[in-house]
T-cell receptor, first 110, second 114 residues
Framework: SQELEQSPQSLIVQEGKNLTINCTSSKTLYGLYWYKQKYGEGLIFLMMLQKGGEEKSHEKITAKLDEKKQQSSLHITASQPSHAGIYLCGADSNDYKLSFGAGTTVTVRA | GAVVSQHPSRVICKSGTSVKIECRSLDFQATTMFWYRQFPKQSLMLMATSNEGSKATYEQGVEKDKFLINHASLTLSTLTVTSAHPEDSSFYIC??????????FGPGTRLTVL
């Protein structure tokens, strides 16, 4: 199975500040997914990366996949209270079954 | 993005009873659906993969007779927790995909077994 490590486990940022979450895999990734979850709710799809060196952005969130396809980062610019939640990275081993990291809890302080 | 619904959102049942959870893709045809469970403050664990018209494949350690999965159509998969016990209490989430790699998740079902 795909082992995924997310860091940090949790972080608190002041509104307006930037933040970065990392996701590292023990194996080469076929696909890397980023989701956001509010506690006790479903997952909201953010982005999917497949190619080495790929970078995608949506609004103030940017995700990157390194050339070796073993590490991904999620960067939020000028964070807002709406960015608070649990961010999960999920790895696809080429069979569409996702294994997830433990999650990063983001708190945005006004 | 694509919408996946789950019903019910919450269910409380007595020990020994069976509970059925539905997962529907509302605006696309889901060739594959996945069932996950999530314990408090933990990440999601894949339970099984469900393809329309065929038997589900279960992950190691998941009892197929306990967690019955039926994927009767391209828009509906059901998970039945049979003879539920308190240790089955959890948050169950489904996801669905069509021919594209993206997976879209339902809002989850919180099961509490008394």
């Amino acid at each position: 199975s795909q082992e995924l490590e997310q860091s940090p486990q949790s972080l608190i940022v002041q509104e307006g500040k930037n933040l970065t979450i990392n996701c590292t895999s023990s194996k080469t990734l076929y696909g890397l997914y980023w989701y956001k979850q509010k506690y006790g709710e479903g997952l909201i799809f953010l982005m999917m990366l497949q190619k080495g060196g790929e970078e995608k952005s949506h609004e103030k969130i940017t995700a990157k996949l390194d050339e070796k396809k073993q590490q991904s980062s999620l960067h939020i610019t000028a964070s807002q209270p709406s960015h608070a939640g649990i961010y999960l990275c999920g790895a696809d081993s080429n069979d569409y079954k996702l294994s997830f990291g433990a999650g990063t809890t983001v708190t945005v302080r006004a | 993005g694509a919408v996946v619904s789950q019903h019910p959102s919450r269910v409380i049942c007595k020990s020994g009873t069976s509970v059925k959870i539905e997962c529907r893709s509302l605006d696309f045809q889901a060739t594959t659906m996945f069932w996950y469970r999530q314990f408090p403050k933990q990440s999601l664990m894949l339970m099984a993969t469900s393809n329309e018209g065929s038997k589900a494949t279960y992950e190691q350690g998941v009892e197929k007779d306990k967690f019955l999965i039926n994927h009767a159509s391209l828009t509906l998969s059901t998970l039945t927790v049979t003879s539920a016990h308190p240790e089955d209490s959890s948050f169950y989430i489904c996801s669905a995909r069509d021919a594209t790699p993206e997976q879209f998740f339902g809002p989850g079902t919180r099961l509490t077994v008394l």
